[in-house]
Nanobody, 126 residues
Framework: VQLQASGGGSVQVGDSLRLSCAASGLTFSRSALGWFRQAPGKEREFVAAISRSGRTTSYADSAKGRFTISRDNGKKTVYLQLNSLTPEDTAKYYC????????????????????WGQGTLVTVSS
C-alpha cells in the first residue's frame, strides 16, 4: 500500500491550499481516510476523517469551518482543502487509511489507521 501526499507549500496568513493523497495497493472504496498533522516538537494530531462513501466526515475543532475533507473513489484520492490558514496550521500533514466495515465509526486516533503517507509540509507565514 502506498499513500502519496502532495500539495503542501509556503503561504501567507489567510491563504488556501489543497492537499491531495493518492492511494495505490489499497481497496480504497472500503477504507476510511484521515488527515493528521504534526508540528515541530508536537505530537501528531487529528485534523479530519471521511467515511468509505464520503457521506460522513469528522473534524478537529481547529479545522471546523476552515478545512474540508473529500474523496474521489474513482481516482483513489482524498483531498483536504485548507482555507483561512494561520501560522498555527504550520505542520507536516499526513494522510492515513484504514480498511473498515460500513458501521465502523470514524476514528480520530492515529494508531487506529493502518497505512500512512510520507507527509506534505505546510508553512504559513504572517
Amino acid at each position: 500500500v502506498q499513500l502519496q501526499a502532495s500539495g503542501g507549500g509556503s503561504v501567507q496568513v489567510g491563504d488556501s491550499l489543497r492537499l491531495s493523497c493518492a492511494a495505490s495497493g489499497l481497496t480504497f472504496s472500503r477504507s476510511a481516510l484521515g488527515w493528521f498533522r504534526q508540528a515541530p516538537g508536537k505530537e501528531r494530531e487529528f485534523v479530519a476523517a471521511i467515511s468509505r462513501s464520503g457521506r460522513t466526515t469528522s473534524y478537529a475543532d481547529s479545522a471546523k469551518g476552515r478545512f474540508t475533507i473529500s474523496r474521489d473513489n474513482g481516482k483513489k484520492t482524498v483531498y483536504l482543502q485548507l482555507n483561512s490558514l494561520t501560522p498555527e496550521d504550520t505542520a507536516k500533514y499526513y494522510c492515513a487509511a484504514v480498511p473498515t466495515i460500513l458501521t465502523t465509526p470514524l476514528s480520530t486516533t492515529p494508531t487506529d489507521y493502518h497505512y500512512w503517507g510520507q507527509g506534505t509540509l505546510v508553512t504559513v507565514s504572517s
